[in-house]
């Protein structure tokens, strides 16, 4: 039996990660964002396009009903799954995100089906994710995220911080989410 894909995850690169933010939570009314300067260094063993490589990023989660809204700026023009889609000073939408239960497995289906892996790694060491290329399809690319406790406890408390914000302390430490 085919079971559809279950994205947990919209994710936009932006040029003003405050700026971003801001506008979310007065358009959107969606909070807290949990925000965090330099994260890039949770990627490792990352390789884009056949290079390894390291990416200098901040970024910024909230949580939208079942979905959480992801906010990433990218510091500089280094080659990455982000700069594939936008050049420096660029925004707009990149990727949908789905937990699976077999990254590799997945990597695969999207071959056959003449999609590119663009980038293999892991979430502090921990859990294997990658990026596919599906914007001919999709209009953005797919990340897919492997199941773990560690990845799945940041979501859980991003959505129990969300399920009953009153609008106070809109700004988070994202690290927070990593204890």
């Known amino acids: 039996m085919l079971v559809a894909k279950q994205y947990c ?3 936009w690169v932006v040029d003003d990660l405050d700026a971003s933010v801001q506008q979310w939570q007065q358009t959107a009314r969606i909070g807290p964002f ?3 300067a330099h994260v890039g260094g ?3 063993e990352a390789v884009h396009r056949g290079n390894p490589f390291e ?8 949580q939208a009903g079942p979905v959480q809204i992801e906010l990433i700026k990218q510091h500089g023009v280094a080659p990455s799954p982000y700069r594939d889609v936008f050049a420096e000073g660029e925004s707009g939408l990149h990727h949908i995100c789905s937990f699976v ?6 990597c695969r289906n999207y071959q056959q089906h003449g999609f590119e892996v663009v980038m293999t790694g892991s979430v502090a060491g921990q859990t294997p994710v990658a990026y596919v290329d599906t914007r001919p399809t999709l209009g953005c690319m797919t990340e897919l995220m492997g199941r773990s406790d560690f990845v799945e406890g940041m979501y859980t408390a991003a959505a ?6 009153d609008g106070s302390d809109p700004i988070r430490d994202f690290m927070t989410l990593l204890s």
Not at 101 to 106: K, L
Not at 160 to 165: C, F, L, S, T
């Open 9 to 11: 995850q919209i994710a």
């Open 34 to 36: 949990f925000v965090g």
């Open 42 to 44: 949770i990627f490792t």
């Open 55 to 62: 990416v200098d990023i901040s970024c910024a989660i909230a």
């Open 101 to 106: 239960d077999d990254v590799e497995a997945e």
């Open 160 to 165: 129990a911080a969300a399920a009953d914000w």
